[in-house]
Structure formats: C-alpha cells, structure tokens
C-alpha cells in the first residue's frame, strides 16, 4: 500500500467468539470505525455541517487469517486504508488489518463510499479540495 491512514484497533475480549477467535462481524466494525476517523480529515468536514454525509454503498471483507484475541501481540492491530479510486460522487477503497508481526493483512476490506447530499436526497460531487485529499491517500490495486 501506498500512503495510508492508519486506524489502531484494541482487540477486547468481547470482540471473540468461544474459541477465541475475533467474531466476523467485528471485522466490519473495525472498518466502519476506522473509515469514520480516517474520513472526518476530509476537507470541509472539520464544520460538522449536517446535512452531508457518507454512505457506505458496498462492502467485500475477504478473511485471511484467523484473529485471536490472546495472539495477537499487544492485543492491537493497524488497520491501514487507502484510496483505490475516486469517482464524481464515491470512492472506492480498501482497508486491511495487520498484525504487529503479520507478514500479510489478516483480512482485506474493500468498499464503495458515496459522498450524499441529505437535503436533497442525492449523491453529491467532490469538492475539488476533498478529491485531492482522496487521492493524496491513493494505492495500487492488487
């Protein structure tokens, strides 16, 4: 990957099923969570202004590896997201979940966000400003 904004994941204990292993759904959340902070950098957000928002269209988790939450050194992982591509209204991206010691992601998250418009209802363009800074976070697709 490229430049990437890196989101520090806690595993807790409550985030595992009874063998240990990191329930899938939190893999999702760990996204969501990790999408949420990387995205309120976007240019123009810092106002909170209400009646704009991201709306997640598309989500593909492919798992990797299994997660436990006593192997993992630290009980903290990174979750690394960068840009793919960037469209009129939505960017697609991808998020993967590294280990302290992983070689390789241990899940790889790719989805589609839309940039919308609650006032009217509607998918709304990118900002010049929010495109750019999109894209200052852009990597190679595999």
């Known amino acids: 990957m490229a430049q990437t904004y890196d989101y520090q994941v806690q595993l807790r204990w409550s985030d595992a099923d009874r063998q240990g292993h990191i329930n899938n759904g939190k893999f999702a959340t760990y996204a969501e969570d990790a999408r949420i902070e990387w995205f309120e950098h976007l240019p ?7 009646s704009s928002g991201l709306i997640l269209a598309r989500q593909e988790i492919d798992y990797h590896r299994q997660v436990l ?16 591509s960037v469209g009129r209204t ?15 992601p241990a899940c790889t998250v790719t989805c589609v966000l839309v940039n919308f418009d609650y006032e009217s209802g509607r998918p709304s ?10 894209e200052s976070f852009t990597a190679q697709e595999d």
Request: aromatic share 6%; hydrophobic share 30%.
């Open 44 to 50: 123009g957000r810092e106002a909170n202004v209400p």
């Open 69 to 84: 939450t006593q192997g993992e050194p630290g009980k903290r992982m990174v979750m690394k997201c960068a840009t793919l």
């Open 90 to 104: 939505s960017a697609r991206i991808r998020e993967e979940l590294w280990g302290e010691e992983d070689t390789s």
């Open 125 to 134: 363009p990118w900002s010049d400003a929010e495109r750019s800074w999109i």
